[in-house]
Structures are given as C-alpha cells and as structure tokens.
C-alpha cells in the first residue's frame, strides 16, 4: 500500500507541475490593464547599466544599439561595468568618451559590479541590459510607458531566441516560449516573479544592493520592488534578441538560474508565506522546478514495487522514455528524432534541476560559465 501510495502521490504532483498548473494558468482571472503605449506620458530619466566581463565581441554593437534607442538621448546615462575584463572591452568603451561612464570592477561577480553601478546611477528609471543581446530601437519607450502607471516598480521585456536548424536548439526555444507564456500570464494576474535579465527596467527608488554573489540580479532585485507593494509586468512589445542555445549550454545556464532560486529562499523568507501575493504560483512554477526530479526519481522506484501488472507497464514506460532521450546522439533526423531530442531536452534539464542543489556545498562564482 505504501508503495502505492507513493506512487500515485509523487505522479499526480508530477502531473500537476508540468499539466495541470499551465491548465490553471490559462483560465486564472486577469487583471484588467490598459494596452501597452509606445509613448510614455513622462520621458523619465534613464540610467542604462550594463555590466560586462570580456565583451569586445559584442561591445561596440550593443553601445552603437543603445544610442539608436528611439529615446531622448540626453535622458540617457549609460554606465559600463566592466568586472575585470582582460580583453578590448574597456578600450573600445573609451571611444566613447563623454558618451559612457566606465566603472573598472575587480573581477568580483555581476551583483558586485551592478551594486558598484547604483552607487552612480542618477536616472529616475533604471534600464539593466546585458552586452550580448541587440534591442529593437522602440524598446525602452515601451518600458518607460509602463511607469505611467504609479503601482508599477519594474518592466521586464521579451527575449526572442532566434530561429535553429537544429532540433535540440529548436527544443530549448520551444521551452523558452513555455516560460515566456507563463510570465505573460503572471503578468496579467498580478507580478512576475523576476525580469528578463538582458532587457528590464525598474524605477532607482525601489533598487536595494545586491547580496555578494547572488546568482539571479534579475529577480532578486524586481522582487524588492515587489515586497514593497508594487507590480513588476511583463511587456512583450519591448524586445531583446538572442542566438539559439545549445543543450550543453542551457543546462549550465538552468543550473545556475535554478540554484539562485535556493538563494531566493534565505534572502526573501517571505516567498513561501502569506506575505507573497504570488505563492500559489511560486510554489507551483519555481518550487515545483526544483522539486520535479525528486518526485520523478520517487515515481522510478515506487513503480518497481506496485503490483503486476502495473509495475511491468510503468517501469516499462520510463525506462523507454529515458532510453530514447539517451539514444538520441546516434538516432538520424527523422520523426523518432524529433521524440528522443524532445525527451533528451526535458531529461538534461531534469539533471540541471538536480545538479543545482549543489549551490548548498559550493560557491555561487563556480557556476558561472563563460558565453560561447
């Protein structure tokens, strides 16, 4: 009975998780919002800060992005953080001249080079950006629109993963749009629960410091704006673009934004009590994450032990389901292909899901992987 027990229980919260939460999602009440503006009522001040380590690749192009904004430009203060870079990026950024504030950070981590960019920033609004990802020129209107409405803190934009010819790659897109739906609708009913780390916007008032190699900027800081009472929307007109990801690459990416999630508990206790206007959601979106490898482990053994035949038919199932997604690597494009890269997808980030509990027994700066 135990093992049934088990079994049935672990499976259902394994079905909620992935099914049952997007299906309550979908006809969850929404709060009635205005459409998005292109034209903000007040052109607010803006501090653009950009935190970059080893960017020359990409420096020159973002810089050149961020003057083309369609943006009053002498409302622009744009400050570069250069956290111990070795390559031309700081040489290329005094090209600019009186056009950029360039902060040289000793090689400490993003939270400290953000924290070293508040301490400079003289903008009514901040605008966070990463150096990779090009904005569309009508981008930061459409944010600072949104603080036209005095209840909202932060607004986040849209990251748009280009298009792949690879399978695994479309995969990740794929999952990327599922989390971006799922932002929208949290948006709709009241906050998200973070920003889009290479394009969002928050008013200064509301920026508190960073706690030393926190691993997630991009929610921590939004969610302060959030425990103070107000919202943080997700504004889909305003977007970013990047280049597909790669499997390998998501999975360290996904590890490191999953194990900032076990930070998120110490730094805001409150995310799991009454205080969080957000927690069902939370609990079933960000929680539930951290708990899906766990339940499916419990789900693996508990059917070794339900009675014939059942144990036969559900061990059966997932020791196919798992042999496929490993199978992958030498199965030629085909329609089977696109099942095994399906389930190699959701297994490596089952494993990423795991693999970030391993913040608890090392530092947060050894997660941190290069962008190739």
């Given amino acids: 009975m135990f093992a049934i027990a088990a079994f049935v229980a672990s499976a259902a919260a394994v079905l909620y998780i992935l099914f049952g939460y997007p299906l309550l999602l979908q006809f969850w009440p929404a709060q ?55 390559d031309r990026t700081e040489e290329i950024v005094r090209e600019y001249r009186d056009r950029v ?6 090689q400490s981590g993003k939270s400290t080079a953000i924290n070293h960019a508040l301490t400079h920033a003289t903008g009514e609004i901040l605008f966070m950006t990463d150096v990779r990802q090009p904005i569309e020129p009508d981008a930061l209107r459409f944010l600072i629109a949104s603080f036209d409405d005095p209840v909202v803190g932060v607004a986040s934009g849209e990251l748009i993963i280009r298009k792949s010819d690879s399978a695994e790659e479309e995969n990740v897109g794929l999952y990327w749009k599922y989390e971006k739906w799922i932002r929208k609708r ?19 008032s509301l920026a508190r410091p ?28 305003a977007r970013a673009y990047d280049a597909p990801t790669a499997l390998e690459q998501e999975f360290h990416r996904k590890v490191r934004t999953l194990a900032g999630v076990y930070q998120l508990f110490a730094v805001y206790p409150e995310l799991l009590g009454p205080k969080n206007r957000m927690w069902l959601h939370f ?27 059942w144990s036969v038919l559900m061990v059966s199932a997932q ?16 329609p089977l292909k696109k099942i095994s890269s399906l389930a190699k997808t959701f297994s490596v980030l089952m494993w990423a899901a795991f693999c970030a509990t391993s913040i608890l027994f090392r530092s947060s700066d050894s997660l941190w992987k290069p962008t190739r």
């Fill in 101 to 106: 504030v360039l902060l040289g950070n000793p």
């Fill in 319 to 334: 020791v196919m389901f798992y042999g496929v997604a490993l199978l992958d690597v030498f199965i030629p494009p085909s």
């Fill in 210 to 237: 960073l706690p030393a190699g926190a691993l997630l900027d991009d929610v921590q800081l939004p969610l302060g704006a959030f425990f103070q009472g107000y919202r943080v929307l997700f504004v889909e007109e």
């Fill in 32 to 86: 009635r919002r205005r459409a998005a503006s292109r034209d903000p009522q007040t052109f607010r001040t803006v501090s653009v800060i950009l935190p970059v380590k080893n960017g020359e690749r990409w420096i020159r192009q973002k810089l050149d992005s961020l003057f083309a904004l369609d943006y009053p430009q002498h409302l622009l203060q744009v400050i570069v953080i250069s956290d111990g870079s070795t």
């Fill in 186 to 204: 949290h948006s709709a009913i009241d906050s998200v629960m973070g920003a889009t780390g290479a394009i969002y916007a928050m008013r200064r």
């Fill in 283 to 309: 609990f079933s979106h960000k929680v539930g994450r951290l708990l899906l490898p766990y339940l499916l482990f419990v789900v693996f053994v508990s059917s070794l032990f339900l009675p014939w035949p």
